[in-house]
């Protein structure tokens, strides 16, 4: 191997093509060397940024070479003359909105240095750069005449695929995160070695948005807030009400774009009850107030200019007792999730029943799901809403003592590590004595992350001090989970075996 390297990328000249050409002659003998002098040229002057080299020195030791197409017309079947016009010229389609890669080539005295890998990434962030949807690639199979006479190309691409076959082009591809979206049948005719085929490469940008307005542009940097809330004696519902106004307006003022409150943060109402020893009738006495509680939080939504999560509130329906959030939008559209799975003292003492619905919501700031309290335990709902691509999963959860509540935070961990997402749970504190079942919490609200090296070294993006009143904020940066779904250590969602395990919800659907 040489030594004494001194290795560079940059942008590929015209003044470099007496040395392209006999790096091109050297590596593609078999299908007739290099392109011509005018065809460098047209491809600078069309696409000067898709022209990369790798230099040693002053020496061209790799080029990539690249155009920009028409993503419907190139991801479906066509030849490599389908990308050259008359004399030689290969077309550039200035309003493509895909990258083609024409060529990639590495001086043979220089493999081993993974410099390919280089250039794959040096593409890969033009893409980026250029909002550009995928790099689609024609990639011939040149080791696939050796195996001809006994397997199909389909059959062959499977071998390699599965790393019992080695293919000099078809290995480095998928190890580039390129993906095989079919087979291309006379590609390439004068090529022996691949018998004609070639595989239809396909790496998707996963930051690509198509054109919109600003306004139209959902965000990809969130701020959530939190409130961890203090259970205090109180002498009306207007009380309780200003109380939850302060707050909104506290997290509406630091931009928050989110406002999440704790599971049946509203009980201190169940005070005012005629019979409070009755836990039956303070429950159904304290659902009587859910109504107005909805239609208030929306209007503070819409007039703090902020996205509200209602922690928790007992609904009554055709005189079925519900656990409820609601999702009150700044736009003033209301959404709802009933918690699925109810706890034992739920059921015995207030004769609560689980909901049968599940389902992400679509806002402004991201993709997101509510589970209440206990549903956080049961991975399977998560599961669901993340198969639904969920951003942020909202957790208000009420816990008496610290066993009860580390139960949520682990839980509440795992799901945003196994599903890639973010998981906010915000609890309550303080004591209501006067209130039966009540009279005690335990609360550390907290932000999680899923683990990898973009996030902090122990996934929690933020958490509150234990059992005091305070608001939390932490800022979320969406485009990472895009990346950590495509490209992190782990691909927990992507490397399901789908083909052994399915899970599917058999309740209502909206």
């Avoid at 550039?92 to 280089?118: E, F, Q, T």
Wanted: charged share 25%; hydrophobic share 35%.
């Amino acid at each position: 191997m040489p030594e004494d390297l001194h290795i560079k990328i940059r942008n590929l000249e015209k003044s470099d093509y007496p040395q392209l050409k006999l790096l091109m002659d050297k590596i593609y003998d078999d299908i007739g060397g290099a392109w011509p002098e005018h065809t460098i040229f047209k491809l600078i002057d069309d696409l000067p940024e898709g022209q990369i080299c790798i230099i040693d020195h002053d020496t061209i030791i790799g080029v990539a070479l690249s155009v920009q197409v028409n993503y419907q017309r190139f991801s479906n079947p066509h030849t490599y003359d389908d990308l050259i016009s008359k004399k030689e010229t290969i077309l550039n389609n200035k309003n493509g909105d895909a990258l083609y890669g024409l060529d990639v080539l590495i001086h043979p005295d220089y493999r081993g240095y993974r410099l390919g890998r280089r250039l794959y990434e040096a593409r890969k962030e033009l893409c980026r750069q250029h909002n550009l949807r995928a790099i689609l690639a024609g990639g011939r199979i040149p080791n696939y005449h050796q195996y001809a006479e006994e397997m199909t190309p389909a059959e062959y691409f499977e071998a390699v695929k599965n790393k019992r076959i080695y293919d000099p082009i078809l290995t480095f591809q998928l190890s580039n995160d390129f993906q095989v979206t079919r087979l291309l049948k006379q590609y390439l005719p004068e090529d022996e070695k691949s018998q004609g085929y070639a595989t239809l490469l396909e790496w998707r940008n996963i930051f690509y948005e198509p054109e919109s307005t600003v306004i139209e542009t959902r965000k990809t940097q969130v701020r959530i807030g939190a409130i961890q809330w203090q259970m205090r004696e109180v002498e009306s519902v207007e009380e309780l009400l200003s109380q939850v106004e302060y707050f909104i307006d506290a997290l509406s003022s630091y931009k928050s774009d989110f406002a999440l409150f704790p599971e049946f943060f509203n009980s201190p109402l169940m005070g005012l009850s005629p019979d409070q020893r009755n836990q039956t009738e303070a429950i159904r006495f304290l659902a009587s107030f859910t109504e107005r509680f909805k239609t208030e939080m929306s209007q503070m939504a819409v007039s703090y200019n902020i996205n509200v999560i209602t922690g928790s509130m007992p609904l009554l329906e055709d005189d079925v007792l519900y656990n409820v959030s609601y999702l009150c939008r700044r736009d003033g559209t209301i959404e709802r999730q009933t918690k699925v799975h109810i706890t034992p003292h739920e059921r015995r003492d207030w004769v609560i029943e689980g909901g049968d619905q599940l389902q992400v919501f679509e806002t402004d700031a991201g993709r997101v799901g509510i589970l209440i309290c206990y549903d956080v335990e049961f991975p399977e709902l998560a599961r669901l809403l993340a198969q639904q691509d969920m951003d942020i999963l909202f957790v208000p959860y009420w816990t008496d003592t610290k066993n009860g509540y580390l139960r949520v935070r682990h839980c509440a961990q795992a799901r945003a590590i196994e599903n890639e997402c973010y998981v906010v749970i915000c609890g309550s504190c303080g004591n209501l004595p006067q209130v039966e079942n009540l009279d005690v919490q335990y609360s550390q609200a907290a932000v999680f992350s899923p683990s990898d090296f973009s996030y902090p070294h122990d996934a929690v993006m933020a958490e509150t001090t234990p059992n005091t009143e305070m608001i939390m904020f932490s800022d979320l940066d969406l485009d990472k989970l895009k990346l950590t779904r495509s490209e992190g250590s782990v691909n927990n969602l992507k490397d399901r075996r789908t083909e052994l395990y399915t899970l599917n919800w058999n309740g209502k659907t909206k």
